[in-house]
């Protein structure tokens, strides 16, 4: 799709940095480019931030939170104006998901689905706004409470991989809770994060709150997360990203939010509804290209199973309408980059020479209409083994190890037996025994017959798959910090005896 076309459909692409409330060119000499994945040609340059943008971006929004325009909002007040953003990312849902499948090739019936998602994050954390609490305790003579108040500003480092929803979380339970903020999105996928700018200006958002500059992230990124006015930090990516976030924030004793990667793990049990487990991993494991951390890439299956269920799985799996990731009837889009689909193909040529077998998938797409596109098919591999990296690294793909297991306890062991510990998945018609396996799962998240997770669900992970929570109540506590204050009821006696 050219730039008329773009434009014809109201997807405005904005190349610029907004800074204090206005539209300003990065000032670094050499323009990044971002590329389409579905054919790899260039959808527009943009310029990054320089340092001293960076520090401009900060100090606004420094400024701005301590301006009585900002600070003496209650939240009520902030709830509105989230809600007022809300209203208009919905009006402009179509442009916007456009946008982000040009930028992702995430196909346009998911990114509708991810703005109007967006959306309702923006919706949930407006209505919490005013309904951030402190606590109470009588002592006698004295008498203490608590308020919890925002951090000040927040650098928000958001990810390729659904960028809209992924800033859009965050940001709104930051601002939902005082704080103002310095977004940077991915050089690779920057263009939804950017037109949100357009947005919070016309929802009347005070100047500064809200500022996003683009460049990368050992750069522009490094430079936020170091600064000394920022307070806070959220970050959605790689968990070697995150710890390179963690390891720069350790400086200036900044916290950060953190949710990394994962390598989710499946285990079916003996007693399913087959069609609706068979449903349900297919979507685990290949829904949005599986380019998002809580994807299901590790399926344990019963052994007097397996042969039938991986069967029936890779059928289906085969199926799966790749395409123009802007035709409606596309369900899965091409890889982000075409570095993800070669780096993804070795490691399967590699798994090939350990024993594994490609049961359907493994290559690049050769239709004539995708060949310029980074296109895989769902890929199905079996025999294995959980020590092999391919079962232990993230591939972030839609590539799904297959392995069979003789007793429940081996299926939880091995699904435990992983760095990462993000979201784990599991398909049981026992209520007793689909808990248990809950209780023993090491991961933050655990969806028993389900998928998918909403602004009301806390999410985020166990052991190197990140620290803190997104979405629900608990977020509000992510962004606040507590304080406690401590009143005498009588009066004062000295303990020494002068």
């Known amino acids: 799709m050219d730039k008329s076309s773009i434009q014809n459909q109201n997807a405005r692409i904005t190349a610029e940095l907004f800074i204090d409330g206005k539209w300003v060119e990065g000032e670094e000499q050499e323009p990044f480019s971002v590329l389409n994945p579905f054919d790899n040609s260039e959808v527009c340059k943009i310029r990054p931030a320089s340092a001293a943008q960076v520090n401009q971006a900060v100090e606004s929004a420094y400024a701005a939170f301590r301006r009585p325009d900002w600070r003496k909002l209650t939240g009520r007040e902030r709830g509105k104006l989230l809600h007022q953003l809300a209203q208009l990312l919905r009006r402009d849902l179509e442009s916007f998901a456009v946008l982000e499948t040009l930028d992702t090739g995430i196909p346009i019936r998911e990114t509708r689905m991810e703005v109007a998602t967006s959306a309702a994050h923006l919706e949930y954390f407006a209505g919490l706004a005013g309904s951030i609490e402190g606590s109470y305790q009588d002592l006698g003579t004295r008498f203490n409470f608590t308020r919890r108040e925002p951090f000040g500003v927040v650098g928000q480092i958001v990810p390729w991989n659904t960028p809209i929803k992924l800033m859009?979380?965050?940001?709104?339970?930051?601002?939902?809770?005082?704080?103002?903020?310095?977004?940077?999105?991915?050089?690779?996928?920057?263009?939804?994060?950017?037109?949100?700018?357009?947005?919070?200006?016309?929802?009347?958002?005070?100047?500064?709150?809200?500022?996003?500059?683009?460049?990368?992230g050992r750069s522009v990124g490094k430079l936020v997360v170091e600064h000394p006015k920022v307070r806070k930090i959220i970050f959605t990516g790689g968990t070697e990203g995150g710890r390179e976030i963690l390891h720069q924030a350790a400086h200036s004793v900044t916290p950060a939010v953190l949710e990394l990667g994962g390598k989710g793990p499946i285990i079916v049990c003996d007693n399913i509804h087959w069609d609706e487990a068979i449903d349900g991993v297919l979507t685990q494991a290949f829904a949005r290209k599986a380019e998002v951390c809580f994807a299901g890439t590790r399926l344990f299956v019963p052994s007097q199973l397996h042969d039938k269920f991986v069967s029936d799985l890779a059928e289906k799996a085969a199926r799966i309408p790749l395409g123009n990731p802007l035709d409606g009837q596309t369900q899965l889009g091409p890889l982000m980059t075409a570095q993800r689909l070669s780096d993804i193909l070795a490691q399967i040529e590699i798994a090939k020479k350990e024993g594994v077998k490609v049961l359907c998938g493994g290559e690049k797409e050769a239709r004539p209409d995708l060949r310029k596109g980074n296109f895989i098919r769902p890929t199905i591999l079996t025999n294995v083994k959980p020590d092999l990296p391919i079962a232990r690294d993230e591939l972030f793909g839609p590539v799904l190890c297959v392995t069979a297991y003789d007793e429940l306890d081996d299926a939880i062991r091995m699904a435990n037996d992983s760095e990462?510990?993000?979201?784990?998945?599991?398909?049981?018609?026992?209520?007793?025994?689909?808990?248990?396996?809950?209780?023993?799962?090491?991961?933050?998240?655990?969806?028993?017959?389900?998928?998918?997770?909403?602004?009301?669900?806390?999410?985020?992970?166990?052991?190197?798959?990140?620290?803190?929570?997104?979405h629900g109540t608990v977020a509000m506590h992510e962004y606040t910090q507590l304080k406690s204050v401590t009143v005498g009821m009588e009066r004062f006696k000295s303990r020494f005896e002068i």
């Open 168 to 216: 859009a979380r965050g940001f709104a339970a930051a601002v939902a809770c005082g704080n103002t903020m310095v977004v940077k999105p991915s050089m690779v996928a920057p263009l939804t994060n950017l037109r949100f700018g357009e947005l919070v200006d016309e929802a009347g958002f005070p100047a500064g709150t809200v500022n996003i500059i683009t460049g990368a």
């Open 420 to 470: 990462y510990g993000l979201a784990s998945y599991v398909w049981s018609n026992d209520i007793r025994e689909s808990h248990r396996i809950a209780q023993e799962l090491e991961a933050g998240n655990v969806f028993l017959n389900a998928y998918g997770y909403q602004s009301e669900i806390p999410f985020g992970g166990y052991k190197a798959s990140g620290i803190g929570r997104e």
